[in-house]
């Protein structure tokens, strides 16, 4: 019979290194394997149950660690890691390499006419908003007026953005013209990510120490969450938005294209989507989920309690959200 596994691993933090690239970027790869999508029901229920046994105490009889790591790999994916709620399924992070393949595939297909530039920059929007609302940091909710302003705001950015660059770049090499969606993005995720997290800016978001003890609530702490996901979700589409055009502009310009048109888009789609299987992970992973800093700049009022507590304490963690 096989030991029984040890209590002591700690199942909270990833199985790998987060304090260097690698580690995040190992654990991101499994965080956002599309395949999670296809888990049933009860997978994802018998997972749940695995990782929150485990943490009470309670280890099954035979259970091993590989799995145990697969189960809590599966619970991450599925399952919000401050609330414990099931996440949407499209606004997962193991959705994002399919959702975004179609939809900027989509967007650097059709981005020619008024229309197209409208409704696909609408459809990205609406997908990131669920994204954004999915993957916020801590517990606190969010109103429907809180969603409705973000995503209205979020919209309005992209669209005001990309029409105002079409009509700069009418007269522009045709390779300029296709950047447009990528300038798009880019600034409404600038827009989008705050306005849909600004009840984290007005009452902060949960600050633990080291072991996970919650010392309080930190509107720096989310100012810093913010940016660093903000940086993050353009990093991302940057590679899908970037390369994908000037593979295009050079097949557009070949007999084969010219003579199967109805194959852009597939092969656009291809591309992104090439791109974002690993930009997604790897951009996810350029900041700690766990993030950190100093207590020394924290609020004073918070940095009061947390002295209050421990004068010692030097540093507060956070979970950045996605």
């Known amino acids: 019979m ?6 002591t691993i700690n199942i909270r933090e990833p199985r790998w290194d987060q304090s260097t690239f690698q580690g995040r970027a190992k654990h991101f790869f499994m965080v956002t394997d ?10 994802l229920e018998e997972a749940r149950r695995v990782v929150e046994d485990y943490r009470a105490g309670r280890i099954p009889p035979g259970l091993t660690e590989d799995q145990l790591w697969k189960a809590k790999y599966i619970y991450d994916s599925a399952f919000h890691p401050d609330t414990g709620e099931k996440m949407l399924l499209v606004g997962r992070m193991s959705a994002q390499v399919p959702m975004n393949m179609t939809i900027t595939g989509c967007m650097l297909t059709f981005y020619r006419t008024t229309p197209a530039v ?3 920059q609408w459809v990205n929007q609406s997908f990131n908003a669920v994204v954004n609302y ?3 940091s801590g517990d606190a909710p969010i109103t429907p007026s809180q969603l409705g302003t973000a995503y209205v705001s979020a919209t309005t950015g992209a669209v005001v953005t990309a029409l105002g660059l079409k009509s700069l770049t009418k007269h522009l090499p045709a ?20 306005l849909m997290r600004q009840r984290e800016l007005k009452l902060g978001i949960p600050v633990t120490d080291e072991n996970g003890n919650r010392l309080g609530e930190s509107t720096a702490a989310a100012q810093k969450a913010i940016f660093q996901v903000v940086v993050s979700r353009i990093g991302m589409a940057a590679p899908a938005m970037a390369i994908p055009p000037v593979i295009m502009n050079a097949l557009e310009k070949r007999a084969f294209l010219k003579r199967y048109p109805y194959l852009n888009a597939p092969l656009q789609v291809g591309l992104v989507g ?15 989920q766990k993030s950190s800093m ?29």
């Not at 395949?35 to 029901?41: A, I, K, P, Q, W």
């Not at 004068?311 to 996605?322: I, R």
Request: glycine fraction near 4%; hydrophobic fraction near 45%; charge should be positive.
């Open 2 to 7: 096989p030991p029984s596994l040890p209590a």
């Open 34 to 43: 599309p395949r999670n999508l296809l888990l049933s029901g009860a997978t």
């Open 134 to 136: 999915t993957n916020r």
């Open 175 to 194: 390779i300029i013209g296709r950047y447009v969606p990528f300038a798009a993005v880019a600034a409404a995720n600038c827009i989008n990510i705050p």
């Open 274 to 288: 090439f791109c974002l299987v690993f930009a997604t992970p790897l951009c996810c992973a350029l900041f700690p």
């Open 118 to 120: 409208l409704f696909w």
């Open 294 to 322: 100093p207590v020394s700049r924290l609020e004073p009022e918070v940095q009061a309690r947390i002295r209050e507590k421990d004068p010692q304490m030097e540093t507060v963690y956070f979970n950045k959200g996605l």
